[in-house]
């Protein structure tokens, strides 16, 4: 009835009690914690090594690394956002404008609502990264400004809905144009399907009939 790509909901009673459990769908970003490396994304940044610890430099340069410190020797070190030893796209940020960080376009399904999400870290305390995260050249979410803390991973999250489009191209801009400080991590992108639109209501349906069922198992008959 629902199909592999949307977020599945399953209602069971068990002990007379409502169950509602959801399954999200796949990540549909080739490359979102940064495992296979350079691959998977396009940018408008410039590659340099991840060490030695003057590599990341200038500004308008990324890496993908461990550690941002082994990039730079003034950037804090500390691990990847999703087990703290594997890699993340570590970046000195551009002081041009509308320079893409990150970007890759996607085959999606029309009529679908879909969450975009990633999660940031200053690499040094001053003047941090403000993200923009746009799908189809639209911004979605708002401004996402990195914390003044290094190493502190913090979750931009977005809703967007599909409408017409059959491909997505998810683009991330820093906004900051600052040459001191704009240092920044990103780590496990995530782009994925939730309820189609049209359907919540059929959800709705059948959780508010699965209630009214056991509604009905909680008569008692009293005897006449």
Known sequence: MFQGGILRTVMSLTGGVLLCASAASANLITNGDFSGGTSGFTTGYSYVSPAPNTSCWPEGSYTVGTNPNLCHYLWTGFGDHTT?????????????????????TLGIQASTNYTFSAWIASDYPS?????????NGTQV???????????????????WS????STATLS?????????????????????????????????SLALAGIAWQGRRRVVRQPR
């Open 162 to 165: 599909s409408g017409g489009n």
């Open 172 to 204: 991330i801009i820093d906004l900051n144009l600052d040459r001191g400080g704009n240092d920044f991590a990103l780590d496990d992108l995530s782009f994925a399907d939730s309820v189609p639109e049209g359907n919540s209501g059929i959800l709705w």
């Open 141 to 159: 979410g708002g401004t996402f400004t990195a914390s003044t803390t290094p190493g502190q991973w913090q979750q931009f999250f977005g809703s």
């Open 84 to 104: 703290g030893s594997g890699n993340m796209l570590i970046v000195n940020g551009a002081p041009t404008a509308n320079v893409v960080v990150w970007s890759e």
């Open 127 to 135: 003047s941090p990264a403000q993200m923009e995260f746009l799908i």
